[in-house]
């Protein structure tokens, strides 16, 4: 070969992505298909014209869109819809809190508190969430009244059990419980990530062992407790869907009381379906904010956010477009 001669990139074949992406790219058309397809009924149009009869089937979403369209923003849905919401926020308010007591008597020195808090995480962890929820709905079984006052001795008032453990109040009381469990593991593991440096920093500074834990712990711990805590909460979105059970009225229990009087059982759980995912993202989107956020104290950069990435790829995309590519220039001549 001549010196002088310019030597001719070739690329590298990924043959195997390729073969991947055509894979990728066949599956999403048959599902896209498979959701967009129209089927027979078994029903006939005819239309006569000029003496001709012209029969057609008549044809129906497969997965029934239009009755999906129809039921999607009625009012018993959307009624659903808030108190699942409002089960989701208050259940994680109440399990956060709960979960942040925990955690911290789980660290304490006092054996009888940490003793007390991994009883109750194992307790709670250890049992199904759909049988506390169920317990709770039934506590008036065992305590029809409560009592308030000293223990073995004078009771100062007492509470009919039955009016304060409504369907809602028992549903909320089971999920904060179960939730407290999981979230005192979450910011325990958060506070154990923080340097023990930091904590005798703020010792020899005059702090307490309450402010250091709000001023200089729980700040740093942000990082690890958001992203699982995220997740919880995107999780207990989804398992409100068990107060079903004992006909509390949340998005799947409006869904199944109409599809009982229309008997369009699919259409109705696809509605259901598509306002987890709706209210999924929104939480999804929320916890990415959050956690770049708290990002900006550990990352010189914090993440690009989802527009910044689109407009990356797209200026990416462009560029790429107006460069003429390496590997098709072609050898000079001299």
Same mark, same amino acid.
């Given at each position: ?93 109440? &399990?956060?809190?709960? &979960? ?46 409560? /009592? ?9 008032? $007492? ?7 409504? $369907? ?28 023990? /440096? ?41 398992? @409100? ?44 989107? &929320? ?8 990002? $900006? /104290? ?33 050898? @000079?001549?001299?």
């Amino acid at each position: 070969m001549n010196g002088d001669e310019p030597l001719e990139v070739v690329p590298v074949r990924h043959y195997r992505q390729w073969l991947a992406a055509a894979g990728v790219a066949l599956g999403a058309a048959m599902l896209v298909h498979a959701l967009l397809a129209k089927i027979p009924t078994g029903l006939w149009n005819c239309v006569t014209t000029h003496g001709q009869r012209r029969c057609s089937p008549v044809l129906q979403w497969r997965f029934h869109w239009d009755v999906v369209s129809q039921y999607f923003t009625t009012g018993p849905i959307l009624r659903g819809l808030l108190m699942t919401i409002e089960l989701t926020v208050l259940s994680m308010v109440a &399990g956060i809190l709960i &979960g942040i007591v925990v955690a911290v008597m789980r660290l304490s020195r006092n054996r009888l508190l940490s003793s007390v808090a991994w009883s109750y995480t194992w307790f709670f962890r250890g049992t199904p969430v759909l049988v506390q929820l169920i317990f709770w709905f039934n506590i008036a079984a065992l305590f029809p009244t409560l /009592g308030f006052g000293i223990p073995f001795g004078t009771v100062f008032f $007492k509470v009919n059990v039955l009016s304060v453990f409504t $369907k809602f109040v028992s549903v909320l009381v089971a999920l904060a419980l179960n939730e407290g469990a999981y979230m005192s593991e979450i910011v325990r593991g958060g506070i154990l990530a923080v340097d023990e /440096g930091q904590v005798e920093a703020a010792s020899s500074l005059g702090l307490t062992r309450l402010q250091t834990m709000r001023l200089v712990v729980l700040p740093q711990a942000m990082r690890v407790i958001i992203p699982p805590t995220g997740n919880e909460v995107i999780s207990m979105l989804k398992t @409100t869907s068990l107060a079903s059970t004992v006909a509390l009225g949340e998005l799947l229990m409006s869904v199944e009381h109409v599809y009982n009087s229309t008997y369009q059982v699919i259409p109705l759980l696809i509605v259901a379906s598509l306002w987890y995912i709706v209210i999924s993202t929104v939480l999804s989107v &929320g916890q990415f904010y959050v956690e770049r956020h708290y990002a $900006k /104290g550990s990352l010189r950069t914090p993440p690009p956010t989802p527009v910044q990435r689109l407009r990356a790829d797209l200026s990416g995309i462009g560029r790429k477009l107006r460069e003429r590519p390496s590997f098709l220039r072609t050898a @000079t001549s001299r």
